[in-house]
């Protein structure tokens, strides 16, 4: 699925899964396109405020939610809490919509749109990333929406 959405659409494509109260890339497919933005494997996002994690908790009940919020806000720096209301109002437009676009967030001028793949017997959530400066995503947006979710469709479907 990953390499289908990197040979489709050239930009970063990455898979996410949650470590804690981090979002953490467990695999990435780079650009070649000379103007990006890099991850690595192991490369870690705040849960709360990145697009992957917001995605990520978008897959939780809203009491998981609040818990995880209680925790980030108690053991995290200020720079990585939220107010829960704010953030459920974005976490029910991802559960509308089935996908995030973050814009300026981690970098500036960088963003992700991100969508939560179909659970699996493992229980792990898993994150699909498109990443990429935010100019050519949003001249893209419905492109890259209909690869991410052809991808998943062909390669996911049960």
């Given at each position: 699925?990953?390499?289908?959405?990197?040979g489709?659409?050239?930009?970063?494509v990455?898979?996410?899964?949650q470590s804690d109260?981090n979002a953490?890339?467990?695999?990435c497919?780079?650009?070649?396109?000379?103007?990006?933005?890099?991850?690595q494997?192991g490369d870690?996002r705040?849960?709360?405020?990145?697009?992957?994690?917001r995605?990520?908790?978008?897959?939780?009940?809203?009491?998981e939610?609040?818990r995880l919020m209680?925790?980030?806000?108690?053991?995290?720096p200020?720079?990585?809490?939220?107010?829960l209301?704010?953030?459920?109002?974005?976490?029910?437009?991802?559960r509308r919509?089935?996908?995030m676009f973050?814009k300026h967030?981690?970098t500036?001028d960088?963003g992700?749109?991100?969508?939560p793949?179909p659970k699996?017997g493992?229980g792990?959530?898993?994150?699909?990333?498109?990443?990429g400066?935010v100019?050519?995503?949003?001249e893209?947006?419905?492109?890259i929406?209909s690869?991410?979710?052809e991808g998943?469709?062909?390669?996911l479907s049960?």
């Amino acid at each position: 699925m990953v390499d289908f959405v990197h040979g489709e659409l050239d930009e970063l494509v990455n898979i996410s899964t949650q470590s804690d109260l981090n979002a953490q890339y467990i695999h990435c497919l780079q650009t070649s396109k000379r103007l990006r933005f890099e991850v690595q494997p192991g490369d870690i996002r705040p849960l709360a405020i990145s697009g992957i994690g917001r995605t990520m908790l978008s897959t939780h009940t809203d009491v998981e939610i609040a818990r995880l919020m209680r925790r980030i806000n108690a053991l995290c720096p200020p720079s990585e809490q939220m107010d829960l209301e704010e953030l459920m109002k974005i976490i029910n437009g991802i559960r509308r919509d089935g996908y995030m676009f973050s814009k300026h967030i981690i970098t500036p001028d960088a963003g992700v749109i991100a969508m939560p793949l179909p659970k699996r017997g493992f229980g792990r959530v898993l994150v699909l990333g498109v990443g990429g400066p935010v100019f050519r995503l949003e001249e893209n947006q419905e492109s890259i929406l209909s690869c991410m979710r052809e991808g998943i469709r062909r390669y996911l479907s049960a």
